[in-house]
């Protein structure tokens, strides 16, 4: 995080003006960029990969709201503190996951897509040497906002949510699906 904040600041201090110009070079940034998001996506890989799988009871209606403010974490990405969004939607998961199989999978769903957001974004920052890069990040966030924004409204109506695009990181298949109250 310490990275992709050294990489940021210039463009904070630029886009509130306190500077008139960015002090850094393009490669420099997009380099503390890629260096901070792969710290942070191993620290992200090595919280999550070894949870165990919880055999509990079936959805209850209040599942459905925690299983949606699950999901609506994701939208932090867009506050620009960096893993933001995934350090809420893990703490939300790990502690409400006990409650019952459908916020232990949906939970999972949300983690697995918050990682695999971030290993998206990392190749289009591989890709920003090229320039083919700076036109997916757009696109990328797009996607991401409107997977999220689907998610919240398939979940709050009680039913399984996938990821489209998503890379199975942790395990998340369902034993049961949840009961239509």
């Not at 901070?36 to 620290?43: D, F, K, P, Q």
């Not at 006990?98 to 890709?127: H, N, V």
Request: with cysteine.
């Amino acid at each position: 995080m310490l990275l992709m904040g050294i990489a940021l600041m210039p463009l904070v201090r630029a886009a509130i003006g306190i500077d008139t110009e960015i002090q850094m070079s393009f490669l420099t940034v997009i380099s503390l960029l890629i260096a901070g998001l792969m710290c942070g996506l191993t620290a992200m890989l090595l919280l999550v990969r070894r949870q165990p799988k919880l055999k509990t009871h079936l959805a209850q209606t209040h599942d459905r709201t925690t299983a949606a403010w699950i999901h609506a974490s994701g939208l932090l990405l867009f506050t620009g503190i960096p893993l933001l969004n995934f350090l809420v939607c893990y703490y939300l998961w790990v502690t409400r996951r006990s409650q019952s199989e459908y916020l232990d999978y949906q939970g999972r769903e949300a983690i697995c897509f918050q990682i695999t957001t971030y290993l998206y974004l990392l190749m289009c920052l591989f890709m920003a040497y090229i320039i083919v890069g700076a036109l997916a990040i757009p696109l990328l966030l797009l996607f991401h906002l409107i997977a999220t924004v689907v998610a919240i409204m398939v979940t709050l109506n009680g039913r399984l949510f996938r990821y489209p695009a998503n890379i199975s990181i942790i395990e998340r298949t369902p034993s049961v699906t949840p009961a239509s109250t």
